[in-house]
């Protein structure tokens, strides 16, 4: 399947857009700037990341797997769209029998606990399950993470079990709950 136009999302506080070639600035500082915050939850980073010119690279990256109907990858702005302020990624999309993907989440640590994400994850999913007819939705978090396992249960995701040693997060294997939402609208 062969997607068009990358989407715009819009929420009353937000923009969500995919990357530009002109935004490789701007996230190369988000992330150097939420270098320490975003650490306690990512993988390690090789120093370039924090580079305009992985960002450029990454913005390419990011359409093409799109196009390929590979994944889906929101850069969350405030209303004036200039300054990125987190991220919402929908990778690995199954189609076929499964019709699913997988969901990782960030926002700069400025932002936390203003309910911007919740909005933008509420967006974000309403243009997955309708716009791309997936079916379900995985997400996972540490069990430490008390943040994200209420905002992914005010956004309806239920508790499905737990996996050790499931992904490397700043260079060692950490223990995840995973969740799941599924579209109760999905059309065959």
Known sequence: MRLGPTPRLESPRLILRFPALNDAPALARYVSENRVHLRKAGPARDPSYFTAGYWANAAASIERDWREDRHC??????????????RA???DFTRGAAQSCNLGYEIAHSHEGHGLMFEALQAAIAYVFCGLNL?????GHMPGNERSARLLARLGF?????ARDYIRVDGRWEDHVLNALVNPHWKA
């Open 73 to 86: 990858h929101f850069i969350l702005f405030e209303r004036d769209d200039r300054s990125p302020i987190g």
């Open 89 to 91: 990624r929908f990778s």
């Open 135 to 139: 079916h379900r939705i995985q997400a």
């Open 158 to 162: 239920t508790r499905e079990g737990f």
